[in-house]
Antibody, heavy 121, light 115 residues
Framework: QVQLVESGGGVVQPGRSLRLSCAAS????????VHWVRQAPGKGLEWLAV????????YYADSVKGRFTISRDNSKNTLYLQMHSLRAEDTAVYYC??????????????WGQGTLVTVSS | DIVMTQSPDSLAVSLGERATINCKSS????????????LAWYQQKPGQPPKLLIY???TRESGVPDRFSGSGSGTDFTLTISSLQAEDVAVYYC???????????FGGGTKVEIK
């Protein structure tokens, strides 16, 4: 079955960096686009970024453009989110989610359980 | 970006009764070349990630019970739960994916509870 497992969250000081990972299994990872979405505590969903199946195309929300970088290693079936210059407002559960398309359709058909990032001094 | 507005913020419905959630987009998400509405609905139960319920405004994802239905076109959409079950307690989100790549945006969510 399709599984997405995020890791790398934790408590980080403002201004520091953090890299999240998302390990995929149960499907041909290299055939699908993948997204990052976050959810601040008690709040709604915010889409962050998407990467195409082969990593050649990426797209970001304005709120994280220039600070966050999405990437993937298809040989390891793993998606990444490199986050720099973290702010208190980046505190959230970060989810990876599969897109049913190879570039992207914009649907999120499978989600991981999420990893919590807390930005605090 | 396209802004998605859901109403109500929350609603309480008796078991077996109908629940209706509305979603309005700030611009049309109907793509004229294929006549498809780029609108999806997700269900998020407490402590869980969201789950895709409906896409193309009215197509149920595989395995989703037929008591869930989606309707609407252009800028106005509705998710209906025809006969609320206890396991349907959740927050429901609409999301547009019109002509990606472009920022995907979600509605603010509607919390459904049992009356």
């Amino acid at each position: 079955q399709v599984q997405l497992v995020e890791s790398g969250g934790g408590v980080v000081q403002p201004g520091r960096s953090l890299r999240l990972s998302c390990a995929a299994s149960g499907f041909t990872f290299s055939s699908y686009a993948v997204h990052w979405v976050r959810q601040a505590p008690g709040k709604g969903l915010e889409w962050l970024a998407v990467i195409s199946h082969d990593g050649t195309n990426t797209y970001y929300a304005d709120s994280v453009k220039g600070r966050f970088t999405i990437s993937r290693d298809n040989s390891k079936n793993t998606l990444y989110l490199q986050m720099h210059s973290l702010r208190a407002e980046d505190t959230a559960v970060y989810y990876c989610a599969r897109d049913p398309g190879s570039t992207w359709v914009g649907l999120l058909d499978y989600w991981g359980q999420g990893t919590l990032v807390t930005v605090s001094s | 970006d396209i802004v998605m507005t859901q109403s109500p913020d929350s609603l309480a419905v008796s078991l077996g009764e109908r629940a209706t959630i509305n979603c309005k987009s700030s611009q049309s998400v109907l793509y004229s070349s294929n006549n498809k509405n780029y609108l999806a609905w997700y269900q998020q139960k407490p402590g869980q990630p969201p789950k895709l319920l409906i896409y193309w405004a009215s197509t149920r994802e595989s395995g989703v019970p037929d008591r869930f239905s989606g309707s609407g076109s252009g800028t106005d959409f509705t998710l209906t739960i025809s006969s609320l079950q206890a396991e349907d307690v959740a927050v429901y989100y609409c999301q547009q994916y019109y002509r990606t790549p472009r920022a995907l945006t979600f509605g603010g969510g509607t919390k459904v509870e049992i009356k």
